[in-house]
C-alpha cells in the first residue's frame, strides 16, 4: 500500500494515488464516503470506529441503486457525477465503499482525482491473501463486481499462484433488502450460488459486496465453519487510516464539531428510510440526511 | 374513456386528454412507450398485433430499473426526462407501459403534455370491474404502485361499492430478471405474497406490474382457477387505438416503413442483452435498439 499510481501495473490502479499536481486538503476537512445505497455504511461504522475523530460526508445513491445488473460504463458516469457532489463538499479524500463501483470506476476515479481515492478491493483482497492457508480463495459479489474480473486480478498480482473462484450472487441483495436475513428461502438461495465454490474447496470467501455480511451467519453456515469469511470493511478503514497518516491529512481531533456537522449523509432518494437504517447501524445518529438530485452534478 | 382533463374528478386525471392548445401531430408520426425496463415490450407486442400499422418508438430506463422501490418524485422527474427524449422522436402520442410510472407520473406528465398520454392502470381497473362477479378484486404490484393507491382509487370511481385488497410483491421482480420463472423459491414467496389475498376471498386480480405476466402460471396455480388473473397490456393497446382513432391520429398504414425504421428502440444501458430479450418476445427483432443518457434530457 502506498504506492503511487502506476499505467504499467494493474495492481497500482486499485491502491491509492495522489495526483502530484494535486491540490492539498486541510486535515480538518471531511472524507468523502459513497455507495450505491445503505451498504457502505458498513464501511462508514468502522471508520467511525477506526477514526472517531475524523469528519464524514456520505453520499448513497438510492435512487440509482442497485449497480451490480448495470454495465461499466453507466457505474463510471454515475461515479463521476457523485466524485463531482463530494468535491463541492471540499472532501480531503474518498473512499468509494461499494464493491461494484470500486471493481468499475476506481481505476478511472483515481486517475482523475487530484485526492486519494481507495476502494474496498484491495482491502479485501489482502486480507483474503493473508486469512487463506490453502491458496483456493472464493469471492461472491455482484454480477457487474465478478464480470469485471478485479478480485481475481489484484489477488494474483499479489500472489501469482493462488487460485480464486467467483460466483455472482444476484439474488442476495433483493433478499437482504426484503428483509430477509433469516429465512428459508435465503438459506435456498445461498446453497445453490455456494454449492458450486463448496466444491473448490476453498479456504477463504470475500463477501465481495457491502449487503452480504448481513447474512454473514446463512453464509458461513452453508460454507461450513473450516472457511475464513472477509467483509472488506474493516480493512478498507485500516487503509484509509495509513493513507491519510502517509499524506499528513488525519485530524488531530482538536477542533470541537458539532454532531450534526461532523457527519453529513446525503441519498438521491428516500432520505427518511435511509436515516431510519442508518441511525440503526451506526453509533451517530443521521438525522440531517437528505435528499439531492445527484444528476444534476 | 375518451372524456378531456379535469381537475376535479379523481379518475379523469388517469385517462388520456390532449391539450385543447397543443400541437397536432401527423397520424403518420410514431407513437412513444416507455417502461422501467423492459416488462414494457409486453405492452408493446399487443401494440403490434393490433395495430400493425403503427410506428413505435420505445424507451427502456434500464439504468436505473426497478421503479418500484423509488419515491414519486424521484419516478417523476425520470418520467419527464423520458417525455423529453420522446418528444425529439416526434411521437404523436405516449403509453407509459409501467403500473409503477403509471401510477405515480401519468397525471404530472398528461397535465402537461401536447399530445395524448396514457398508462397501464386505468386499462386494468376497468377489466378488472367488468371481470369481477363478486366485487371483491385484488391488486398486487411494486411498493410505490400500491403505496400510491391509485387502482384502489380508480375502481372506486369506476365502481364505488367494490371492495379492493392491495399486496406489495417486491421481489417478484428480481426472482423473474434472475430467470426463476418455473422455481420453488418463486413458488414459496408467491405462496407467502398471495396467502393474504388468498383469504379475501378475492374473485379477479390484476397482475399490476409488467413483469408478473411471467410468472403468471404460478400465481394462477396458487389463487386457484376460479380467479380470474388480469393483465392491462391488452385493454392498453386497445385504449390507445381509441383515442389514436379518436384525435383522427390512426395511422393509415399507407406509407412503407423499413422495419428498421418503423420500431426505434433505445435504453439506458445494456443495449445488448435488451436486443436479445426484445427479440426474443416481439414479433419483430430489436437489432437497432441503442443506449443513450437519459440524464441529459
Known amino acids: 500500500m502506498g504506492r503511487e499510481f502506476d499505467e504499467q501495473d494493474p495492481v497500482k490502479l ?23 445505497g445503505i451498504g457502505g455504511l458498513t464501511v462508514v461504522r468502522e471508520i467511525m470506529r477506526q477514526m ?41 479524500a474518498i473512499v468509494i465503499a461499494c464493491n461494484t463501483a470500486s471493481s468499475c470506476a476506481l481505476q ?21 491473501v493473508k486469512a487463506s492457508r490453502s491458496g483456493r480463495i472464493g469471492i461472491i459479489g455482484t454480477q457487474a463486481t465478478v464480470s469485471s474480473g478485479i478480485y481475481p486480478n489484484v489477488i ?9 473462484f467467483q460466483k455472482a450472487c444476484p439474488l442476495f441483495v433483493p433478499l437482504v433488502e426484503a428483509g430477509l436475513l433469516h429465512d428459508s428461502v435465503t438459506d435456498e438461495i445461498a446453497s445453490r450460488y455456494l454449492q458450486e465454490l463448496k466444491g473448490k474447496y476453498i479456504d477463504t470467501l470475500v463477501l465481495g459486496c457491502t449487503h452480504y455480511p448481513l447474512i454473514r451467519s446463512t453464509i458461513q453456515r452453508i460454507m461450513g465453519d473450516e472457511v475464513t469469511l472477509v467483509n472488506p470493511a474493516y480493512e478498507t478503514a485500516l487503509e484509509l487510516r495509513q493513507i491519510l497518516e502517509r499524506e499528513k491529512l488525519l485530524n488531530p481531533g482538536t477542533e470541537s464539531a458539532q454532531d450534526g456537522d461532523k457527519y453529513q449523509f446525503y441519498v438521491s432518494d428516500l432520505a427518511e428510510s435511509f436515516r431510519d437504517f ?17 444528476e444534476e452534478y
Chains 1, 2 share one sequence.
Open 14 to 36: 486499485y491502491v491509492p494515488h495522489r495526483n502530484p499536481a494535486g491540490e492539498v486538503r486541510s486535515p480538518l476537512a471531511p472524507v468523502g464516503v459513497f455507495d450505491s
Open 52 to 92: 472517531p475523530q475524523e469528519r464524514l460526508v456520505y453520499f448513497g445513491d438510492t435512487a440509482r441503486l442497485p449497480y451490480g445488473s448495470k454495465s461499466r460504463s453507466t457505474i463510471i458516469r454515475y461515479s463521476r457525477q457523485i466524485v463531482r457532489f463530494l468535491h463541492t463538499k471540499g472532501v480531503k
Open 156 to 164: 494474483r498480482n499479489i500472489s501469482p499462484e493462488i487460485l480464486v
Open 278 to 294: 442508518a441511525s440503526s447501524i451506526l453509533p451517530a445518529e443521521a438525522k440531517n440526511a437528505q435528499t439531492i438530485e445527484i
Open 108 to 128: 478511472t476515479i483515481a486517475r482523475e482525482s487530484s485526492i486519494p481515492v481507495i476502494g474496498v478491493i484491495y482491502a479485501g483482497a489482502v486480507t483474503a
